[in-house]
């Protein structure tokens, strides 16, 4: 294929060295997928211009293309086959006026590019005492962050990332620049924030409202490390359900709890560990004052913050922590300092392809479900066995509560689904090649088991796109993902409006566009 001219930014055409490390997505490797993520050729714009020029080339040559500004997403989604392009926004904007804060109508506000990734963006938050609620991955990029809701530590305390923005900065299929609001376009505002990313133009820059230390002085937060152990997880796990599926529980505290299998990189997760544990575990280390390879550990994170005036924490939501730790304390920080302390400073988990589930539940029942017992024997089933070779990293969030953010912002103007949601289960099978099989059946008998009329966890399949998996034919499966079709045909009436050529669609994962008379649509 050859490139594109006028374009200043690198191209790197399919078949070469370069275009093989240009197109690597951080789920290239993940479990059997039907399609091909290969585009033809890879640009990384220098600026708006480059992405107008391969706008055009690709729309005179009837192809498709595919934004990219992380490559995270689970499915590959963000990437393409065939003879489609690739955008990759990673780097385009990180100019000094990609990122700035300024005051308006009562609130402080931050316009930040797609291409910020998040640890960095923490980073500029925190030196101005300024916070959002965001994910985990510290690399991951605001644009497709964004664009499927921002799931992260704060979620009950302050909701989704993209519960709070106010200003989306784009370029539509014509090469325009539009600024779209909830107010001057609510149908498209609905759509980008949390319809199939990258399907209805390519956005830049985003204006966000952000909070402020000083309005919730008194946070603390706890990041709690334990040795495995079934008994001790079933106990976390208990207090995280006995949280979940009380509807009145105040929304001022947000907790975790998290698995991670052997010979995972803490250090990359908690810095600050080593010299405790050098001290207190040397059993951990080898000779040369290396780790070993750490052992299977499990992870508490809890927080509390002051939302409103004479809000008081009650510390026993805390000290019930502390049997059977090993590592970590209540810190008094402000929000923007423990924000970054939910961060994971490593790329991905563990250097292996893996199945993925991110399961959700509205239920208020899930101790009457018997779940906390069934959830143990299912991670302790995958993790237990080190001879396996499978590695698990799992995730349990507790988001319930009538008071909880995420479940008040439901009607703010965006479409990310299921917000009755009251617990969250990532449970990300990785593994060797010849443990495909058994990280396989291991995740479907968590589907059948768990999901379905007598499931343990839910008593219906409830996706979420940042997690997606499985059948990548998105308008098969669109139930999985939006709670009605009124929803999905608003946002099929959208992507029709915005894709009328099929110029975002570059793979079968995306909102179907609504049929124009005469002419199907994909």
């Not at 499915?75 to 308006?104: C, H, W």
Request: one cysteine or more; aromatic letters at 12%.
């Amino acid at each position: 294929m050859a490139t594109v001219q006028g374009v200043s930014g690198k191209q790197y055409v399919r078949g070469t060295e370069a275009h093989t490390t240009a197109s690597w997505q951080y789920a290239t490797s993940t479990h059997k997928i039907d399609h091909d993520m290969n585009p033809a050729l890879v640009i990384q714009p220098k600026d708006k211009n480059d992405i107008k020029l391969a706008l055009k080339y690709a729309k005179e040559n009837n192809i498709a293309v595919a934004i990219r500004t992380g490559g995270h997403q689970y499915s590959g989604a963000s990437s393409t086959g065939g003879k489609n392009i690739q955008l990759d926004l990673e780097r385009t904007f990180q100019g000094p006026d990609d990122r700035m804060v300024f005051s308006k109508d009562g609130e402080t506000l931050v316009r930040i590019s797609v291409s910020w990734p998040l640890g960095a963006f923490n980073a500029w938050l925190t030196k101005r005492g300024l916070f959002l609620p965001h994910g985990q991955c510290t690399e991951v990029r605001l644009g497709g962050h964004v664009q499927t809701g921002g799931y992260g530590q704060l979620g009950r305390s302050f909701g989704l990332f993209g519960d709070h923005v106010r200003i989306v900065e784009m370029i539509d299929h014509n090469g325009n620049e539009i600024s779209v609001t909830k107010d001057t376009d609510p149908d498209l505002f609905f759509a980008i924030l949390g319809g199939s990313p990258g399907n209805f133009g390519i956005i830049t820059h985003l204006t966000l409202k952000v909070h402020r230390d000083r309005d919730h002085v008194g946070s603390r937060g706890l990041k709690a490390l334990y040795w495995y152990n079934p008994k001790v997880l079933k106990r976390l796990v208990d207090i995280l359900v006995k949280m979940s599926d009380d509807p009145g529980f105040p929304p001022n505290y947000d907790l975790c709890v998290s698995v991670l299998s052997s010979s995972f990189k803490l250090f990359d997760l908690w810095p600050e560990l080593d010299g405790q544990m050098r001290e207190d575990h040397p059993e951990v280390y080898g000779e040369n004052g290396m780790p070993l390879g750490w052992p299977r550990t499990i992870i508490v994170y809890a927080q509390w913050v002051p939302l409103k005036d004479g809000d008081i924490c009650d510390n026993s939501f805390f000290t019930q922590f502390d049997r059977d730790k090993l590592f970590g304390w209540v810190e008094h920080k402000a929000m923007s300092k423990l924000t970054g302390d939910w961060i994971f400073r490593n790329v991905r988990e563990f250097e292996y392809p893996y199945v993925k589930r991110a399961y959700t539940t509205n239920s208020t029942n899930l101790q009457g479900q018997g779940w906390s017992e069934w959830v143990t024997k299912r991670i302790d089933a995958i993790v237990r066995p080190e001879a396996n070779r499978c590695w698990l990293s799992a995730q349990l969030q507790a988001y319930g509560g009538k008071q909880s953010r995420f479940h008040i912002n439901k009607d703010n103007g965006t479409s990310y689904s299921w917000r009755d949601t009251t617990m969250v289960a990532v449970l990300d099978c990785f593994h060797n090649k010849d443990a495909e099989t058994t990280a396989i059946d291991w995740e479907r008998g968590n589907d059948q088991e768990g999901i379905g009329p007598q499931g343990k966890f839910s008593q219906e399949d409830r996706r979420v796109l940042w997690g997606s998996y499985g059948d990548f034919n998105l308008d098969s499966v669109w139930d999985k993902y939006y709670e009605t079709e009124e929803k999905y045909n608003r946002l099929k009436e959208v992507r029709k409006r915005m894709d009328p050529d099929g110029l975002f669609t570059p793979n079968t994962f995306c909102v179907k566009r609504a049929e124009s008379p005469g002419r199907a649509s994909l």
